[in-house]
């Protein structure tokens, strides 16, 4: 039976970013063949729609905004701290549920970023952090990587092959 890893939905060329496009990397679609890729849209299982205005996380990272000392918010000020927060345990249900030995999530983003995350100025500037979902997973003990790490995965992963 093939390894289970959540991947977020964009890298498999979903259109489930923010701006509705996506960001489909074709090294992420050639895990296919040795793992199950289950795809998830931690905004998205939190509620909010596609398209949707570009949300950045202010006052910290995913795990202070798990701690309630951080938010998630537009660059209008529209508070998405709630949606966020409903995804990444939506993310967390499905990753129990399936068996999922890791996470390989879309780097830089307030909600699957893992190592770097946007600096919640809206100015394009990553800082180190972890996005929502990528903090919960962490800390569930879960492994996560992005697709900057693919070499990682495939070492970890894809041995057989």
Same mark, same amino acid.
């Given at each position: ?6 991947? #977020? ?9 923010? @701006? ?7 090294? %992420? ?41 951080? %938010? ?33 999530? &879309? ?6 970023? #893992?190592?770097?995350?946007? @600096?919640? #100025? ?27 790490? +693919?070499?990682? +995965?495939?070492?970890?992963?894809? &041995?057989?092959?």
């Amino acid at each position: 039976m093939k390894k289970i890893i959540l991947v #977020s939905s964009c890298l498999l060329g979903l259109k489930t970013k923010y @701006d509705g496009g996506d960001n489909c990397c074709g090294d %992420v679609l050639q895990l296919k063949d040795t793992v199950f890729l289950l795809p998830v849209c931690p905004e998205q299982l939190g509620g909010l729609p596609t398209p949707r205005p570009a949300a950045e996380i202010q006052g910290g990272d995913g795990h202070a905004v798990l701690a309630g000392s951080a %938010v998630v918010k537009t660059a209008c000020g529209k508070d998405y701290t709630a949606s966020f927060l409903r995804g990444a345990e939506e993310t967390l249900r499905l990753a129990v549920l399936y068996g999922a030995e890791a996470a390989l999530l &879309k780097a830089r983003s307030p909600s699957c970023g #893992s190592g770097r995350i946007y @600096d919640g #100025s809206f100015r394009g500037k990553a800082v180190p952090g972890d996005g929502v979902a990528a903090a919960l997973l962490k800390k569930s003990g879960m492994k996560v990587y992005t697709e900057e790490e +693919i070499s990682q +995965i495939k070492r970890c992963f894809m &041995k057989d092959s």
